[in-house]
């Protein structure tokens, strides 16, 4: 099997011995070499991430196929605490939100949806804009690289889980910003991404100008919205579309700072 061929499904199947030569693969197609194999637990299984360097940057292994992603808020289970946050400090702060927190999550979340995602490399951190927005593409296919699409990021992200957040539905003690602290947010994720841990400062673009994830530029927070809602920015289906119009409008070239990218390297 290819790199083309191999798949989310498949590469969770797979032992280390036949991952690591999936992964020796993908670094020698870019002219690049693995530094690192490891296993984390999640889906009840363990998930391999294979970390490849290449110019100095480091990628993770991004298996595609047809998988799964976006959030079903129908299916969704509050946690009591969340309740009681939305509907205290959301609702209550008067901010015009939707009575049923569900319907907030409506608007705010993309779909559930298959999609089909071909394997690729994506970037372990992502990297800072340039001063203009719009050169991103143009820049990054200078370097061999391209913007992801939403649902690139979403599967790169989430890691095949249905929930809320990449590590679960809870949301952790303490703020969603700052460096300080060992929580769920602060770890890599399964694939070996370091994504969606300060709303702060990772809002990332994507090839959808719909489309932002990983935060909010600390809107949620700065607000007041409560902590269910300074949270919630950092959900895997997040697509932010308040972020995504700012981005895309009139004074998005001057609010560069507050956006990031995640290049990616097709190995097609």
């Not at 719009?134 to 790169?156: F, I, M, S, T, Y």
């Not at 070996?192 to 530029?217: C, K, N, R, W």
């Not at 809107?219 to 920015?233: K, R, S």
Request: charged share 20%.
């Amino acid at each position: 099997m290819s790199l083309t061929d191999l798949t989310f499904d498949h590469w969770r199947a797979l032992d280390r011995d036949t991952a690591v030569r999936y992964a020796e693969e993908a670094a020698r197609h870019v002219d690049g070499r693995l530094v690192r194999l490891g296993g984390t637990p999640h889906l009840g299984g363990v998930v391999h991430h294979a970390v490849v360097e290449r110019a100095g940057e480091l990628y993770a292994l991004i298996p595609g196929g047809e998988v799964t992603v976006g959030f079903d808020p129908d299916a969704w289970q509050p946690l009591p605490e969340q309740l009681v946050s939305y509907r205290a400090e959301s609702l209550g702060g008067g901010f015009g939100f939707d009575e049923d927190p569900r319907a907030h999550l409506a608007r705010v979340m993309s779909p559930r949806r298959t999609v089909a995602l071909p394997t690729v490399l994506m970037a372990v951190e992502a990297e800072p804009l340039p001063e203009l927005p719009a050169l991103v593409p143009a820049l990054l296919a200078g370097r061999g690289l391209r913007v992801p699409g939403p649902d690139a990021w979403e599967h790169a992200c989430g890691v095949g889980a249905a929930t809320l957040f990449r590590w679960g539905d809870d949301c952790p003690q303490g703020a969603p910003y700052g460096t300080e602290g060992t929580g769920p947010r602060h770890a890599p994720n399964a694939f070996g991404l370091h994504i969606a841990y300060d709303v702060y400062d990772t809002a990332e673009m994507t090839a959808d100008p719909g489309s932002v994830y990983g935060g909010d530029g600390g809107e949620a927070v700065c607000g007041g919205y409560g902590t269910f809602m300074e949270w919630l920015p950092l959900a895997t289906a997040h697509h932010n579309p308040s972020m995504a119009e700012f981005l895309n409008g009139p004074d998005g070239e001057d609010a560069f700072e507050d956006f990031k990218v995640r290049p990616v390297i097709d190995l097609d």
